[in-house]
């Protein structure tokens, strides 16, 4: 292949990519929650008296 070619492909091939970055990355609602709504989902530590783990409670 030419040299030109395999330039203008790599061009071609960077500008594709900043197109896709910009559409997945345009949505943050769609990859990325707020900690508040995954803390919310976290279950609930529940303490015990009678634990025999060996640690000072």
Known sequence: MEKGNLK???QDLESLLT???SEVY???E????PWYKQAG???QRIESEDDDDGYAD
């Open 8 to 10: 203008r492909i790599i």
């Open 19 to 21: 197109e896709l970055k």
């Open 26 to 28: 345009s949505d943050p």
């Open 30 to 33: 769609a990859f990325v929650h």
């Open 41 to 43: 989902n976290a279950p």
